[in-house]
């Protein structure tokens, strides 16, 4: 798409696993030429060979079959409107447990793979926190995964978002990670560096102390924290939440603190 870079059209085509979170809208990002060559880091540049000259045509949002408002970390009507800023497609593949999670992402991706012709799925993970589930839902589909925030240092991570100019709001913690007094000073709120950092020094001088900047991975890629974008240079329009009313979430695998916003809206730039 002429919008991310002008001599891309003919590459190979890709989508973007896209939830409107930092990572994903980060991951966009770097698939262009023109925010590639901002990153200073060597060796983050180095590994990023393996996405240069895609086309980005398509974002496609994984979702539970038939549960798309029950999605609390990262809102449908956000998302959408996210998609909207940005000016390219979302696709929606719901994924269900028949005959299995995997299987069903497997299905999703080759559909995406047989309707837009992508060769590529562009995914913000950082680490494998699923045993190899992503490698194996591409499997026999012909579509080929490309990661570009693999392993990166999680202060690195928060220094690109900073440095491109993508702003997010924490929208979900874990509560078993970061207790209800941290998680009031998060959810709701737009998220720096220098702030997170603060507020995990101000808890661990005021409780219990957790050495949260230790115990907690910056990025959230384990669960402690999910995000929403509110601003970045690819969108031509903000996407803000109005209000910071929050609820607890009791689940099997924990209770997490999420963000129920009053309303989403598109404020011009």
């Known amino acids: 798409m002429e919008k991310y870079d002008t001599d891309v059209v003919k590459a190979p085509r890709a989508a973007i696993a896209f939830t409107g979170g930092k990572d994903s809208v980060l991951a966009l990002h770097l698939v262009s030429a023109k925010f590639r060559a901002l990153v200073a880091d060597e060796q983050i540049k180095a590994q990023l060979h393996d996405i240069e000259q895609l086309n980005p045509v398509i974002l496609v949002s ?136 603060d507020q995990f020094d101000w808890y661990d001088s005021n409780h219990p102390p957790l050495d949260l900047r230790n115990t907690v991975d910056l990025a959230g890629e384990y669960g402690e924290m999910h995000s929403m974008v509110r601003d970045s240079p690819l969108f031509s329009f903000q996407v803000v939440h109005l209000g910071k009313i929050r609820k607890i979430h009791q689940t099997k695998y924990g209770s997490y603190m999420y963000l129920c916003p009053d309303e989403i809206q598109i404020v011009p730039k």
């Open 62 to 197: 994984f979702r539970p079959t038939g549960q798309q408002d029950e999605f609390k970390a990262h809102g449908y009507e956000w998302t959408l409107k996210l998609a909207s800023s940005l000016g390219m497609p979302l696709v929606v593949k719901e994924i269900g447990n028949t005959p299995s999670f995997e299987d069903s992402y497997r299905s999703g991706i080759k559909e995406l793979a047989e309707e837009y012709q992508v060769t590529h799925l562009v995914t913000g993970d950082i680490e494998d926190i699923s045993e190899g589930f992503m490698d194996r839902a591409v499997t026999q589909t012909g579509v080929e995964l490309a990661r570009p925030l693999w392993k990166i240092p999680r202060l690195k991570v928060l220094d690109l978002l900073a440095q491109l100019q993508i702003d997010y709001v924490v929208t979900m913690t874990l509560l078993d990670k970061l207790p209800a007094p941290i998680s009031e000073r998060l959810v709701g709120y737009l998220v720096t560096q220098q702030y997170l950092l």
